[in-house]
């Protein structure tokens, strides 16, 4: 076929099929009117692809009028939520990060207009000499303004903050290093002389064990369960249940559990104090008070959802034997739910370094530690010498422990002897319980100061107590905690004169968090989460340690930390499942009692009552406040190429969002599902509906039977809808840090002199390094962290 042919098909065919054009002049007019064609259908294209455009924009319109709505309406749902609860948190910081979050905003406008106009004053050492323009002279005068003044201010205090937390640091790797020599050397308690004899029961001392608790309907009957099969003479030790509950039918409840028990032949008993005053201290204090106190030797004490295991006095009593200047006997603490969310898990890695290290080398070098209030074994004679419990603080275990010390009784801490409990599994109970532990401590620096001067202790030991103790631990590291990460950090952003080093913000964090990490070497993953996480309390920490220093109102408030009741670790569905087939229900039948029929009755009025509550997210304005600040100055921070300091920025300005969204953790709110309603019928006699009579009680030989494991593959289901939206909020960091680094190509830091270019690209070049290197860690990190979670 000729080049220049053309190859036609007809529709209807008679008898010719091909038709070959060979005329080279009729080629041409085709292909002329070929591309006569396109650019018609290429405009076409254009006005297609703006139609798909243009119609985006209603879409987008309407999708942000429903975030911003969605936005509004929690804000509002959040803020009737709390009207009831109390009000720990500070306004006065809360108005004091809006206003510098005001201010940020306004310098970071400035900036960007300087940025894009090319503002390079940086030769420039007299405002007169800028040209004729307001905006420009204002600027320029700005600058003076905070060269001359600001930022000298802003230099002493952020070196005064890094000389506390230098302090601080190395404070925390001495203990590291106790800690190291203490495994080297397998240094830890040990008991003298033999065992009690078994077979003697007499010869074991007499143990009172108490559980108080206050509206723990979730965990009581598990913790008076474990507390009462203690493998101990059930001559010698005596169990007090001190309820401090408000609902009568609660208290009816803890009051049929203790009778169970008693009735299989344990020494138990039901305290219930009509004047409930004092919190915890207030009950223990009027449990003491019983006349029968006085016949027993020791006294343990379990909170509502600690269940010791039974060998629990066997493992403690022994080492009071031969040591009478022993007063306390503290064990550790062992999770069931660390492994449930990321909060949960962050928490185990600070009460694992709490236990571990902090507990255990001053137990070992010093004789003393804070009592944790539980899982504790306190001789009675020490108790009583140094004063009881007293109801002026929230921290009541710390109190009693710091008087215990002044008085010279010494302390052991058993790192092997572990008890089960609970941690908080929502951010709102955290922070409550967070609030009070950083609260109380200060309210007990300021009662206890004189008595450590005036006490006969040695030297040492008061310094110990004043400046490690109190300032260092309690005090200190909030302060420089919020005040140098959270403050400091995001105003240097505008005042470059007073830029913090790199060693401040990255190294020396990322190694104390490492050695934080040591002791749940299985949450290394977890790092960077962890010092992000940990700054962010910093707010929570330092309003409770201001309040509790100065006797602000919230600083003698208790709220009760929210339980669940998990029995297990990692229990998911046996949790939904108690919420929906009540435990007491099938108590109550099993026993077959007028009085407990009677209870069920009132079970299935009050849930008639009980409305469905559904579980949402509640808003923390100074939280949000502060990651809305930390973003502005992050932006502040890619105008000028920072690095490392807008890599920490941006991560932690995401970090204060996360949890001011309260995206962290469980709702607070459980979903609550009543008991099924009693059928009720209409009579052939009376059109009125009445209530069919109770049911029969079930035989006696119809037991419950157990519940029945669920497979395994729906258990890794509810695991992966429940850390889904903490992977989802890891991409998003990670697209984030990826937007970083190609910013960081485009945002170069001018050069004032050009003299000094090539010094200015080596620094720039290690900066880079540094940068990368800092993306790529937390790129790692992130990564094991989603794997570790699904």
């Known amino acids: 076929m000729a080049p220049n042919s053309v190859v036609i098909t007809l529709e209807k065919p008679e008898n010719v099929s091909l038709i070959e054009a060979n ?133 002493t205090l952020s070196k005064s903050c890094i000389v506390l937390f230098m302090i601080q640091s190395l404070d925390r790797l001495v203990q590291c290093l106790g ?23 007499s010869s074991y001392p007499m143990v009172l064990v108490q559980i108080p608790m206050c509206n723990e309907r979730e965990v009581y009957e598990q913790s008076i369960a474990a507390v009462c099969q203690l493998d101990w ?42 004047i409930r005053t004092g919190y915890k201290a207030g009950n223990l204090k009027s449990a003491m008070a019983c006349d029968y106190v006085k016949d027993y030797e020791f006294v343990a004490i379990f909170d509502a959802d600690f269940q010791p295991n039974p060998d629990f006095l066997k493992l403690t009593i022994p080492h009071f034997k031969n040591n009478p200047e022993l007063g306390l006997v503290q064990t550790r603490w062992s999770f069931v739910n660390k492994d449930e969310n990321l909060l949960t898990r962050l928490q185990n890695i600070n009460l694992c370094f709490h236990f571990e290290v902090e507990q255990q080398v001053n137990g070992i070098f010093l004789n003393f530690f804070g009592f944790n209030g539980t899982a504790g074994v306190w001789r009675i004679k020490a108790l009583e010498d140094s004063g009881g419990w007293l109801e002026r603080t929230t921290v009541e275990d710390m109190d009693i422990a710091v008087r215990a010390h002044l008085k010279g009784w010494k302390f052991i801490y058993l ?65 420089y905690s919020f005040t140098l990460f959270c403050i400091i950090l995001p105003l240097t952003m505008f005042i470059p004169e007073a830029e913090l080093p790199a060693w ?25 989460p962890y010092l992000l996480f940990e700054n ?23 709220v009760v930390t929210k339980k669940t009741g998990r029995a297990s670790e990692s229990d998911l569905l046996s949790l939904a499942e108690r919420e929906q087939k009540t435990l007491n229900e099938e108590k109550i039948q099993r026993r077959l009692s007028e009085s407990g029929l009677e209870m069920l009755g009132k079970l299935k009025e009050q849930s008639q009552k009980v409305p469905i509550v559904k579980k949402k997210n509640r808003i923390y304005k100074p939280e949000l406040a502060l990651a809305f600040l930390l973003l502005t100055a992050a932006t502040r921070s890619l105008l000028s190429a920072h690095g490392i300091h807008f890599y920490y920025l941006l991560f932690q300005g995401l970090s204060f969002l996360v949890v001011g969204l309260d995206l962290i953790g469980e709702q607070v709110a459980a979903l609550t599902i ?61 697209t984030f840090a990826a937007l970083a680094v190609s910013a960081q190509t485009w ?36 990564f094991f962290t989603i794997k570790e979670m699904i």
């Open 23 to 155: 005329d080279s002049q009729r080629g041409l007019i085709f292909q002329e009117k070929q591309k006569a064609a396109s650019p018609r259908q290429f405009t076409w294209v254009l006005l297609l692809k703006a139609h798909r455009v243009v119609s985006c924009i209603p879409w987008l319109a309407m999708s942000l009028c429903t975030i911003f709505g969605s936005i509004k309406k929690r804000i509002a749902t959040s803020s009737g939520a709390r009207e009831e609860e109390p009000t720990y948190r500070g306004k006065k910081m809360y108005k004091f990060i809006k206003a510098f979050l005001s201010i940020s905003i306004v310098a970071l406008i400035i900036e960007i207009i300087a940025y894009f106009k090319k503002w390079d004053l940086s030769l420039v050492h007299n405002p007169w000499e800028v040209q004729n323009n307001l905006v420009q002279w204002s600027y320029m005068a700005w600058l003076s303004f905070r060269v001359d003044y600001i930022a000298p201010l802003i230099m």
């Open 179 to 201: 800690c190291f020599w203490i495994k080297y050397k397998k240094l830890k308690p040990s008991t003298e002389g033999e065992p009690y004899d078994i077979e003697d029961g």
């Open 233 to 274: 003479p059930k001559d010698r030790f005596l169990v007090q249940v001190l309820d401090d509950s408000d609902d009568e039918l609660l208290q009816n409840l803890i009051r049929d559990e203790c009778l169970s028990w008693k009735g299989k032949g344990v020494n138990i008993i039901y305290r219930h104090r009509f």
């Open 415 to 479: 790192n092997d002897v572990r008890v089960l409990c609970e941690l908080p599994e929502s951010y709102e109970a955290y922070k409550k319980q967070q609030h009070r532990w950083h609260s109380g401590p200060m309210q007990l620096f300021r009662l206890c100061l004189p008595d450590i001067i005036t006490s006969k202790i040695s030297v040492w030991k008061k310094a110990n107590l004043i400046f490690l103790f109190f300032l260092l631990r309690k005090l200190i590291l909030p302060f």
């Open 504 to 528: 401040v913000i990255c190294y020396v964090p990322i190694v104390m968090s490492i050695l934080n990490i040591l002791p749940a070497p299985k949450s290394f993953p977890f790092l960077m």
């Open 536 to 558: 962010t309390m910093s707010v929570t920490k330092f309003n409770a340690m201001v309040s509790g220093l100065f006797q602000l109102g919230s600083a003698y408030e208790w």
């Open 674 to 734: 009543p008991l099924p309603r009693p059928v009720y019928k209409k009579s052939t006699h009376n059109p009125t509906l009445k209530a069919p009579p109770p049911p029969p009680p079930p035989p006696v030989k119809a037991l419950v039977p157990p519940p029945v494991k669920p497979p395994r593959n729906i258990q890794v289901l509810v695991r992966k809808m429940a850390v889904n939206r903490i992977a989802t909020l890891v991409m998003i960091w990670l």
């Open 747 to 782: 945002a170069p830091t001018p050069t004032p002199n050009p003299g000094d270019a090539h010094k200015d690209a080596a620094t720039t070049g290690i900066a880079s390094f540094h940068t990368m290197m800092f993306g790529f860690v937390a790129a790692a990190v992130s």
